[in-house]
Nanobody
Framework: QVQLVESGGGLVQAGGSLQLSCAFS???????IAWYRQPPGYKRELVSQ???????TYADVVKGRFTISRDASKNVVHLQMDDLKSEDTGLYYC?????????WGRGTQVTVTS
């Protein structure tokens, strides 16, 4: 029943880096994987996504600082986060986007201190 699992969150100072990972069931490797985040007191927002063909998109506020990628196994997606800012703080989720439904992980916390 748990099909995606996030890891790599933690506590960092502004300007630092973290790499998040999303490991998922093999059959999900043929679908787009997205990263969302939910800052405290705000709605969940799309951060980045990567298609099965490798096309990537980024929210404007993270463009140039975050990089999404798939590893060779095709069942892990990473989100490399550099030059972190306080406003990047939030609970980060990965999601697999299918035609009929979405599958969510349970989230990993990222906290960026000033």
């Amino acid at each position: 029943q748990v099909q995606l699992v996030e890891s790599g969150g933690g506590l960092v100072q502004a300007g630092g880096s973290l790499q998040l990972s999303c490991a998922f069931s093999a059959f999900l490797s043929q679908y787009t994987i997205a990263w969302y985040r939910q800052p405290p007191g705000y709605k969940r927002e799309l951060v980045s996504q990567i298609t099965v063909s490798g096309r990537t998109t980024y929210a404007d506020v993270v463009k140039g600082r975050f990089t999404i990628s798939r590893d060779a196994s095709k069942n892990v997606v990473h989100l490399q986060m550099d030059d972190l800012k306080s406003e990047d703080t939030g609970l980060y989720y990965c999601k697999a986007i299918l035609a009929s439904t979405d599958y969510w992980g349970r989230g990993t916390q990222v906290t960026v201190t000033s």
